[in-house]
């Protein structure tokens, strides 16, 4: 495959994944252009962050052959903070959009935060959603999760590019395992809206939920992990192997911490005995450390797989 056909298939396999958040998107707009507001039964949930996601996704390829020739060996650094700039300038704008329930008017974003926060159990048992202000927590915490979407995407269509571009495969199995990672971590999120992953409104969730959950921490750290493991492929191992296992449990962490301060200071119990309980005065249990960990510890492993699988051709 060409680099043409090969650019020409990433953008419409782009358009064609983000055509219901577009759908999305051009609705809502519509009907807060006529009405300057929009009444709930218009709302669709999860257009933030996914609609400005795939807004940035898609004018970042767009631009990626014209960005190649302006900025060559800059190419990945100049397209990933534009992606960003319009996640940002696309998240703002529909932020500002209120969203009417009879009397009562919010913006976008404190609706979307009650439906994250009401799961399908607790909004099925009384029949409408949670009402609640705005918290800059879930605001950092969806702006975090798209990020890292929009890097490790733009990471992998620029990687291929370039690999086509220049004939050099070098570097197509750490790009193969961010493929692999960010299309699982996406998959994750999109479960995660359909079901809250199954949480029943409470702490205590079920094994289900909590396997779920425990892998959508560990999956997001290794995304992160092997993204900077990719850049760094080939070099030293501090570099290539245990920085990148570094980061991966460094950003798990981070996610755990704003669990703690969406939830004000406590997590979900993901089962009842020592493992699942607190330690002492921090709001860890063994198990939220041994998650924390592995994510770090598989990117370890990935990136020496690749490593020996390299030096093997």
Known sequence: M????????SLLALVLASAYPLYMGVVTLGSYLQNGSIDVADYYKYIIPYTPISIALIASVALLPLIFKLFKRYTLP???????????????????????????????????????????????????????????????????????????????????????????????????????????FIGLCLLACFTAFYRNGTLNISPLSALLMSGFFTVFGITVGIYCGSIFYGQSKLLAKILPGLIASLTTLIMYIGELELMDGVLFNYGKGFLFEPIEAIPFSVTDLVIILVSGVITYIVMQRLDDLGKTE
């Open 78 to 184: 100049v397209v990933s903070v534009l992606g960003t700039v319009v996640f940002f300038a696309s998240e703002l704008g529909f932020e500002q959009i209120k969203v009417i329930e009879g009397y009562v008017e919010m913006p976008l974003e404190s609706w979307q935060l009650s439906l994250c926060m009401a799961t399908p159990e607790v909004l099925r048992s009384i029949g409408e959603p949670i009402y609640a202000a705005n918290n800059p927590a879930f605001k950092l915490h969806f702006y975090l999760i798209a990020i890292v979407i929009i890097l490790a995407v733009l990471n992998v269509i620029y990687g291929f590019s370039k690999m086509i571009r220049e004939q050099d495969f070098s570097n197509k199995r750490p790009l193969i395992a961010q493929a692999v990672s960010a299309a699982l």
């Open 2 to 9: 060409n680099y043409k056909n090969f650019y020409l298939l």
